[in-house]
């Protein structure tokens, strides 16, 4: 599927969209990571939990839980919130 | 086999980037090189001395993780580390916790080439033995339910979070360490650290609370004379101590600084070769904690006599409305003959003295605020 990676993280894949598989949030988010190393870790914190600033969505509905399933034909926006000086 | 140069480059970390000042022998001239990771918040930019060209980087933004970045060209290129601090899943009932930030980083003992220290908010020790290229949980401290009640919480800490901080070897013995933490006072161990210990008596803590509680203790900053490792200099939240060891109990040589300006600040200084030589920056720490310069007048103040006496040193900065102070990291001394101090103040200027303090002068200016300074020798 298709991610969207915010600008503060284009360090690591070189641009906006990405294409990255996997049946839940979680999983793609691996995906993100064997693809581009590092990247998991600035959005998800050791105990699993997505970042305070981090925000996921999926058919643009807010998602919390790195278990939530995906399907394949939708889109995955990573978007980080505008917050912070 | 390659020698030390005589030339000082200045590794600032600041809430914006980083910047290399590469300096001239004389100190005369400099060199801007950045900003490095520019809108990265970099609290800690450390060169490594035992090859004196790899620097390690601890970096974060406002909303990212916190990482760290590696150099073995002295900043020409950067490369994330593959696994940065982060605790352990949680256990023993013990909250979970996330590292926020790494805050500290220490290269281990000169024996042990390639070890590197990293103390991190919320309070986190950790270890890495490839360069910083993967960290792992340091010693029992981190997960024991001793000291995750000496942690305290968010809510005891600073305002951006409570941290551990100056991990320090012992040169001549690897498994001699000590660390602090704000708060959670001062730790030590003998065993490479397996097991740690409170070295905490003769600190004072805010009046009214008790001083035998290891978590109401706020060291700032510790540091050990490079030229006598038994002696430990210490800024604390309660005054400027002084530590002689195999002794145990600080004393407060804070106590002869002049009175209206207190003995409260952020950083602590040593001198190379002289352990009776400690500078300091006072901070207003009067009720609400205004953490400015007192009275809008900064000055850095010297003991030449290991604590009995301080001197003031202000010659060439402002002697009004300048309302900067340092924090804990953004102070050093350089190595040379007639030592060079240096720091980074809040309003990001950087600030040179080529003779002990005697005199002080602007080395730059209109950088982001300062978070930490290091004077390093590459080779």
Known sequence: MRVLIPSALHSYTGGAWVEAAGGTVGAVLDDLDRQFPGIRFRMVDEQGAIRRHMRIFWQREMVFDLSTPLDAAGELMIVQALSGG | MTTMTTEPVLLVATRKGAWLFHGDAARRTWRADGPHFLGHIIN???????????????????????????????????????KPPAFAPAKNDLAARSVDHTFWLTPAHAGEPGVWYAGTSPQGLFRSEDGGETWAPFSCINDDPRYRKWFGTVQDGTPDGPKLHSILVDPRDPKHLYFAMSGGGVHESTDGGQSFAPLVEGMQVVQGFDPDEVSFHDPHCVRMCPTNADRLYQQN?????????????????????????????????????????????????????????????????ITRDGGETWQRQDAGMPSEQAWWTVKRQAMGADRAEAVGLYFGTTSGELWLSRDEGAHWEVLARHLPEIYALEIAYPR
């Open chain 2, 44 to 82: 800690h930019l450390t060169l490594d001395p035992r090859g004196g060209r790899t620097l390690l980087a601890a970096a974060k933004t406002g909303h990212l993780g916190p990482t760290i970045f590696r150099s073995t060209d002295l900043g020409k290129t950067w490369k994330e580390a593959a």
């Open chain 2, 237 to 301: 939240h309660c005054g400027i101590y002084r530590l002689d060891r195999p002794g145990k109990r600080w004393r407060r040589i804070g106590e002869a600084m002049p009175k209206d300006v207190g003995d409260i600040g952020f950083p602590m200084v040593v001198h190379p070769r002289d352990d009776q030589v400690a500078w300091v920056l006072p901070m207003d720490g009067s009720d609400v904690w205004p953490r400015v310069s007192p009275g809008g007048r900064p000055a850095v103040y």
